[in-house]
């Protein structure tokens, strides 16, 4: 196991544009988040799936964005007509258990043209 | 609302220096993350946190929690290059887990 791994690392869209990004989780672990991060900040949370459920959305995640984790396993992130402001590196992490760290995968760069 | 803030934000000091970060975070929770981030790199958990008291450390790192004065500290001793980096504090509150906004630390030689 290699920990948290996304892809693709780099995405470049033209504004409007529909993008689905991918996370596989550790495999063990059934607690997926899902965050972005623009330069100089911290990570914002977006969304968190346990298993397969969705239980927690934050208001950043507009009706443009949506994520699923259809099997509980991999979990993919959708933005639909992408923005300027859309661009940032969203990462994904999972946990085991929710007193322990979560592992971060290296991130997908989005870039809006 | 929850909010995590860090300070300083920008932190450069001599290889050999001590120096401490802190956390201050505005409602409650017993659980605090410390993670590290090298530049184009994802984050790296370093400690965590769960009571009031609890003290970690690694290496020439060391955490701590008041959860009492909503409170965590992350000292640095004797400081070398290998440690400079951006230091995230997070807060975890049920499941939305919210970040300061890093402190980046640079140790020069």
């Known amino acids: 196991d290699t920990g948290v791994s996304q892809n693709p690392r780099h995405k470049i869209t033209k504004r409007g544009q529909n993008v689905t990004f991918r996370c596989d989780p550790i495999s063990e672990h059934n607690r997926l988040y899902w965050y972005r991060q623009t330069l100089g900040q911290g990570p914002e949370f977006l969304t968190y799936f346990q298993n397969e459920a969705q239980l927690e959305k934050s208001r950043l995640l507009s009706d443009r964005f949506s994520a699923e984790r259809p099997k509980g396993s991999f979990s993919t992130l959708e933005i639909q007509r992408t923005e300027q402001g859309d661009s940032a590196m969203y990462l994904c992490?999972?946990?085991?258990?929710?007193?322990?760290?979560?592992?971060f995968g290296d991130g997908t760069r989005l870039s809006i043209l | 609302e929850l909010k995590v803030e860090q300070n300083p934000l920008f932190l450069s000091m001599q290889e050999g220096k001590n120096y401490t970060i802190y956390c201050n975070y505005s409602t409650t929770s017993d659980r605090l993350y410390w993670y590290r981030q090298d530049p184009g790199k994802s984050l790296e958990s370093l400690f965590v946190l769960l009571s009031n008291g609890a003290v970690k450390q690694e290496g020439r790192l060391m955490a701590s929690l008041d959860t009492k004065a909503r409170l965590s500290t992350l000292h640095i001793t004797a400081a070398v290059h290998d440690l400079s980096a951006t230091y995230f504090c997070?807060?975890?509150?049920?499941?939305?887990?919210?970040f300061g906004a890093g402190t980046r630390l640079t140790v020069k030689p």
């Open positions: 992490a999972s946990s085991l258990e929710l007193n322990q760290p979560q592992h």
């Open positions: 997070a807060v975890d509150v049920q499941v939305d887990m919210r």
